[in-house]
């Protein structure tokens, strides 16, 4: 079957590109200077300079690219249906830098 563009007609929009941030890769950007983390995100989102992504997602609770220890939630204790020990730390710290400068490029939203 031979695969055709036909550019006069428009099937839907596309809203931006984007990547994952996972723990690690959160780990990684954290163990950089304020400089190098800019470089990075320069590279990731600037769309003079970089990819020019528009769009990221991570994960919720543990990933199978998490830097140490068996699995988790946000809230690891058994029967706790009243959520008194969920907690969003784990996940929050990761990104402690994301929107702390005043970069030349968007965030993406």
């Known amino acids: ?3 055709r563009i036909n550019d006069a007609v428009e099937f839907q929009k596309i809203d931006g590109f984007g990547a994952s941030f996972l723990e690690a890769v959160l780990i990684s ?5 304020s400089e190098g983390q800019e470089k990075i995100l320069q ?4 769309p003079e300079k970089g990819a020019g992504f528009s769009a990221m997602r991570t994960v ?4 199978d690219f998490q830097s140490v220890g068996l699995f988790y939630s946000y809230d690891d204790s058994p ?7 969920f907690s969003l730390a784990r996940g ?17 939203s």
């Not at 950007?29 to 200077?33: A, C, E, G, T, V």
């Not at 590279?43 to 600037?46: A, E, G, I, M, R």
């Not at 919720?60 to 990933?63: A, E, L, R």
């Not at 029967?79 to 020990?85: E, I």
């Open 1 to 3: 079957m031979p695969f």
């Open 29 to 33: 950007i954290n163990s950089l200077d």
């Open 43 to 46: 590279s990731l989102f600037d």
């Open 60 to 63: 919720i609770g543990s990933t």
């Open 79 to 85: 029967g706790d249906v009243t959520m008194k020990d």
């Open 92 to 108: 929050l710290g990761a990104m402690d830098w994301s929107h702390s400068s005043n970069r030349p490029f968007p965030w993406p």
